[in-house]
């Protein structure tokens, strides 16, 4: 049997990406917690030029970069699958899912700015949500490819989970149910799967961290 691990952090919506699609395929790994600030020589060694997680191993092999990580796993165990077969759909499907990846940085930027520039980065938030509602979540699908979860929902995992959390943490409203109608009832869908429901970060535990976070932030800049 192949050997699987995953090195990542607990908060990470980039290893959430790689944990639900590997529950999803139904393939055992063993999952090592990395300190980010005291990063171990096996993660240098299996990512040498970013330093960063995830980092998925399989069988002594490292693939980096949450979104290739899982374009690979849906190449290599082609059960339940996570792109669609036919080529238009599995185009627009990779579009929204580079969407996702180019906005994934609106995230950080929420909790780590204020006032007029913190302004800045909620209509970018604002946009992104406008367009997941007119342009990507339309003819009545529950997911983004229809009935079934697949890799474009995984790559918007911010939208659905951690967007919240930052607003909760910032004293923000940026989501509103009834203003993006569609996204409100595919978040409630995607957070009801059972390997997305039981698989989330501790609320308590983020919203702490993020205090703590922006605290030292605020003590670097003074």
């Known amino acids: 049997m192949a050997v699987v691990k995953l090195f990542g952090t607990w908060l990470s919506p980039y290893v959430y990406r790689v944990i639900w699609a590997l529950k999803l395929k139904g393939i055992p790994y063993e999952y090592i917690e990395e300190d980010l600030s005291k990063k171990?020589?096996?993660?240098?060694?299996?990512?040498?030029?970013?330093?960063?997680?995830?980092?998925?191993?399989?069988?002594?092999?490292?693939?980096?970069?949450?979104?290739?990580?899982?374009?690979?796993?849906?190449?290599?165990?082609?059960?339940?699958?996570?792109?669609?077969?036919?080529?238009?759909?599995?185009?627009?499907?990779?579009?929204?899912?580079?969407?996702?990846?180019?906005?994934?940085?609106?995230?950080?930027?929420?909790?780590?700015?204020?006032?007029?520039?913190?302004?800045?980065?909620?209509k970018e938030w604002l946009e992104m949500l406008k367009a997941m509602e007119e342009h990507a979540l339309i003819g009545g699908k529950r997911f983004f490819g229809g009935d079934e979860i697949n890799m474009v929902d995984i790559a918007f995992c911010m939208v659905a989970h951690w967007l919240g959390l930052i607003e909760d943490f910032a004293g923000l409203k940026i989501f509103e149910p009834h203003k993006f109608p569609r996204v409100s009832s595919?978040?409630?869908?995607?957070?009801?799967?059972?390997?997305?429901?039981?698989?989330?970060?501790?609320?308590?535990?983020?919203?702490?961290?993020?205090?703590?976070?922006?605290?030292?932030?605020?003590?670097?800049?003074?």
């Open 40 to 122: 171990s020589p096996l993660l240098l060694q299996y990512n040498p030029i970013h330093k960063k997680i995830p980092v998925l191993l399989h069988d002594g092999k490292p693939i980096c970069e949450s979104t290739v990580i899982l374009r690979y796993i849906d190449e290599i165990w082609p059960q339940n699958p996570l792109l669609p077969a036919d080529p238009y759909d599995r185009a627009v499907a990779l579009f929204w899912i580079k969407f996702a990846d180019d906005k994934s940085h609106l995230l950080s930027k929420l909790y780590r700015t204020e006032d007029e520039e913190q302004e800045a980065v909620v």
């Open 186 to 222: 595919w978040i409630q869908n995607f957070k009801s799967v059972p390997v997305i429901k039981d698989n989330l970060p501790d609320t308590d535990k983020m919203l702490g961290l993020l205090k703590h976070r922006r605290e030292m932030l605020r003590s670097k800049s003074n």
